[in-house]
């Protein structure tokens, strides 16, 4: 009896690991020191690459993972979906990213907090930092385009979406990236 405890014991020990994702999903965020975000994975997840997507003005991470559309197709694909929440811009004010606007009122750099998002699903979930697709919707995709000016090495690609630079306008970007930029005419609104 102890040999098969033994056995089962050696078996666990060099099984391939099994991610236990603890929180996630639409209702129990990720919480971390700067801030909260959404995660899913496909089905049989063993690690590997992740589409980070930042949501529009006044949305939420929660509603990215509840886009079923957006998420069915990144989940047969074989991605996860990291889906950080923005905080409100100011007292009583909706969520907003700290998109470099002249306004300066954000309670925290998004910068930084996108990078502490990454290492967090880098460790909770496999996700590899380095095949990262950083895609953001409206003002997430203005987001996007100031990550990709500010600190090209976050992500190996870029893909904003209905979004730009703000006034004032960057002059100087810190390197080359892959970015593809596309805009919509309208989308349902809340969802991405």
């Keep these: 009896m102890t040999s098969r405890f033994v056995l089962l014991g050696v078996a666990l020990l060099i099984a391939e690991p099994i991610l236990a994702i603890d929180c996630g999903g639409e209702a129990q965020p990720c919480k971390i020191a700067t801030g909260e975000y959404h995660i899913a994975v496909p089905e049989g997840w063993q690690g590997g690459s992740a589409i980070m997507h930042l949501h529009a003005y006044g949305s939420s991470g929660a509603k990215v993972l509840g886009n079923r559309d957006f998420m069915d197709r990144a ?46 699903a880098s460790v909770r979930a496999g996700v590899d930092p380095e095949r990262v697709l950083l895609t953001g919707f409206s003002r997430g995709g203005s987001m996007v385009w100031d990550v990709a000016c500010l600190a090209p090495d976050l992500a190996r690609a870029y893909a904003p979406v209905s979004g730009g630079f703000w006034l004032p306008m960057t002059e100087e970007c810190m390197g080359p990236v892959h970015l593809l930029h596309t805009c919509l005419t309208s989308a349902p609104v809340g969802q991405i």
């Design 75 to 120: 989940m047969e694909r074989g991605y996860a979906v990291i889906a950080p929440t923005a905080l409100p811009w100011h007292e009583n004010k909706p969520n907003d990213w700290a998109v470099r606007d002249g306004w300066l009122t954000y309670p925290r750099s998004d910068i930084g907090f996108l990078r502490d998002v990454l290492a967090d």
